[in-house]
């Protein structure tokens, strides 16, 4: 993405304002990085990189604005300017006429900032397809599109936060607003922060909203929908030529065949396979490429891949981060950079927003247990599955009982119920002087925050708000971009343009998920344009069989062994733990327990690479 960095306030310390700013851009700079600007005055910085993203900067009337991504105006005037000057004296004209209202008149991705003085305002796009972290120091405010880059600032604290380390655990990635560093934070989607007289103000500029209760005719939003996607397509392919990721999944089908249909030339497509059974999906790929007559490129991921790409991900990753997929990503990204491909379009965002996730109907499933009487719940059915003895030796009565369980967790923790955080008392699993540093249910506490932020009173619109934060922002697109970024390539997510977001939001909830039937609207209403064995097929995901390599591949298994060894070291997790998920992962379930095994081997690499020393 576009890398910046910078502070306003009275800068002090044994380094000079320049000597700060360069360390803080060797942190943002990105393996794209071409140009590095500075900028230093008396009580503020700014540095820039210009990259695969269009970075821009603009210094005058006493302001410093530097903006990155592909930012559009519904302001005429501002949009003339950014037209005619670019989008930073943009951005300072828009400041010095709205203030921080000036978000609401601002779309795309983009991460901002603006310094008036010893004022400053940053922010982010409302979807959080671009991050920016910020932290406060003593009189001064710091930012950066990198969290290692704020915690650079010689008045900022560079110390990892234990909760950090324990939120990692629950969520393989570390979301916003917290960061790996004490005292750094990272803005939510949609978010800003205002720093003023020292103070920081925090808010949001912008909240889907879902209409729960929405009556639709299904052919004018089918013809809606069509509309839409084209003109998503067209836009994301503008200034290619564009290449698309094809999984054969729903979404990058999709993405490919807008794609065909707005082209003269075929379209290229760049899709992973795996030699594992149980994990390849290019027989779907396949179906898709020849249905839009595309230029299809495959690539099937060895053992050996995953060994190069560890280091990779370990190195490039700003914080911790635990997405296996980021692998298959990488490779697909790089074999189209290879071939000359500087643009790809992305497929993400479609189950997020058509609720095409299979816990979204299973949950609903659950949510019927609460509508049963108390009286009935509490004086009959609970007791009689609980009382028959020898009951879990029983088909239906383990069922009846488990259902009972998880029935009785509320939403959204419930959606965690199989955490490997909960397998275990959390004694058997962390130190307990790590524990002693944290607080156990903040993961809980951040998903029922954005579960109950929703504007949204149903069930389904409130899991899928809850997947656009902890899903989509914080996971999925820091996956994709950063890979990509990594590969050479600037990547777009055609599925999450704003139009098409807000269209989601206005369907009937019984659109999205009717019954068992997941993405039912999007599905019906494409079904003569998709293959029809991509719509009826299963959801699979974009997986990775590391736990099998893990065991079969003697380098992986070796780097695996001596990373554990080291990781055990930590204090964070008790050895016997530790030796148990090793154990497990032996000689049970590879592929489940190759997970944990997954997300301990890239912390301990991500700490050695970004702190040891």
Sequence with gaps: MGSFCGWC???????????????????????????????????????????????????????????????TWDDRAVAEIAKQHGDAAALARAYRDYGKD????????????????????VAIDRIGIHSLSYARGDGVFVFSTSTGSVARHPKITRQIDPQAIFNYVYFYDIPSPGTVYRNVGKLLPAQYVHYRNGALEKGFYWQLHYGDNKRASFQSKRRELHDILRQCVASSASGGP?????SGGTDSSTVTGFLAELQDESVDTYSIGFGAEGFDEMEYARLAAKRYAASAHEYYLKPDDVLESIPLIAGTYDEPFANESAVPT?????????????????????????GGNERYAKQLVFEHYDRVPRFLRKGLVEPIAGGIPGGEAIMPVRKLRSYIRQASIPLPERMESYNFIYRQP??????????????????????REVYASADAGHTVNRMLHLDMKFTLADNDLRKVSRMCEAAGIEVRYPLLDEALVEFSGQLPVNYKVRGRRLRWFFKEALKDFLPREIITKSKHGFGLPFGIWAMTHEPLRELVDDTLDKFGERGYLQPSYIRNIRNLHAREHATYFGKMIWVMLILELWLQTHTDG
Aim: one cysteine or more; proline letters at 5%; glycine letters at 12%.
């Design 9 to 71: 306030g009275v800068h002090s310390g044994p380094d000079t304002p320049q000597q700060t700013i360069d360390r803080m851009l060797d942190d943002c700079r990105g393996s794209t990085a071409t140009d590095c600007t500075t900028n230093c005055g008396e009580r503020g910085a700014i540095g820039v990189c210009e990259g695969l993203y269009t970075t821009s900067h603009y210094l005058g009337d006493g302001i410093r604005v530097v903006i990155t991504g592909s930012p």
């Design 102 to 121: 000036l978000l609401a008149r601002l779309h795309g991705p983009f991460a901002l900032a603006v310094l008036d003085g010893d004022t400053a305002l």
């Design 426 to 447: 959390l004694g058997e699993m962390f130190h307990p002087d790590f524990i002693s540093t944290v607080d156990p249910d903040m993961p809980a506490a951040m998903l």
């Design 330 to 354: 990488y490779f697909c990204a790089r074999q189209a950079a290879r071939d000359g491909v500087r643009i790809m379009l992305a497929g993400d965002g479609g189950d997020e927003i058509f």
């Design 242 to 246: 564009v290449a698309t990721f094809l």
